[in-house]
């Protein structure tokens, strides 16, 4: 069964600084998806980026970046320019075509102003 | 609605009480999930249904929890004689298919409290 390891329960950033969440996840496929969400305080588990498998190149959305090591299944967020509203339990995850959408146990972040 | 819809925000019952929490997926998604997550918690896979195959139950904890989708659209997770163990979170989630895009679309969740 695929699993999927975040190993920082929680996370603290200065406002502006930049801040790196990890995840290792096992798997024997090639071809999969990876994603961060985020789940701010009320609840409602918004996407931050995405990452296909196949693709070399890293996915980046504004000031949200990833680092995908394939070969180490390794899948870090970065985020740049770290903001208040930064502030949120963020899952990784891993999907396999066809299949469930598996988590980990999430890293809460928190932004010092 | 334009999202995923789901009710009772809140529920609050006794052990050994009989829930069911409802779920209504974005107009047109095929699947939809289950998910519960505990106080400060990841979230638990339930179970997962996808079109008109047969549904993963492989996450349900036991036999008092059971799921179904009516119409390929409205789900309704019931849980059974309650345990205080089953207070959690629970949060449906849908996607146009999981071959496309992967990305689920989350309501707000069913806080349920068993006293």
């Known amino acids: 069964a695929q699993t999927v390891t975040q190993s920082q329960p929680e996370m603290s950033v200065q406002e502006a600084e930049t801040v790196t969440l990890s995840c290792t996840y096992d798997?024997?496929?090639?071809?999969?998806?990876l994603f961060w969400y985020k789940q701010p305080p009320s609840r409602q588990m918004i996407l931050v980026i995405r990452?296909?498998?196949?693709?070399?190149q890293n996915a980046t959305e504004n000031r949200f970046s990833v680092n995908f090591q394939k070969a180490a299944k390794s899948f870090s967020l970065k985020i740049s320019d770290s903001q208040l509203g930064d502030a949120a339990m963020y899952f990784c995850?891993?999907?396999?075509?066809?299949?469930?959408?598996?988590f980990g146990a999430g890293t809460i972040l928190r932004v010092k102003s | 609605g334009a999202g995923v819809s789901q009710s009772p925000s809140n529920k609050v019952t006794e052990k050994g009480k009989d829930v069911e929490l409802r779920c209504d997926p974005i107009?047109?998604?095929?699947?939809l999930y289950w998910y519960r997550q505990s106080l400060g918690q990841g979230l638990e896979f339930l179970i997962y249904?996808?079109?008109?195959?047969?549904?993963?139950k492989s996450g349900l904890p036991s036999d008092r929890f059971s799921a179904e989708r009516t119409g390929g659209s409205v789900s309704t997770l019931t849980i059974q004689r309650t345990q205080q163990e089953d207070s959690a979170v629970y949060l449906c989630?849908?996607?146009?298919?999981?071959?496309?895009?992967?990305?689920?679309?989350f309501g707000e969740g069913s806080r349920l409290t068993v006293l």
């Open positions: 107009s047109g998604h095929t699947a």
């Open positions: 989630a849908s996607s146009p298919w999981t071959g496309n895009t992967g990305e689920l679309f």
């Open positions: 990452q296909e498998a196949y693709k070399q």
């Open positions: 798997t024997s496929e090639s071809d999969y998806y």
């Open positions: 995850a891993y999907l396999e075509y066809g299949n469930k959408l598996v």
């Open positions: 249904f996808q079109g008109n195959s047969a549904p993963d």
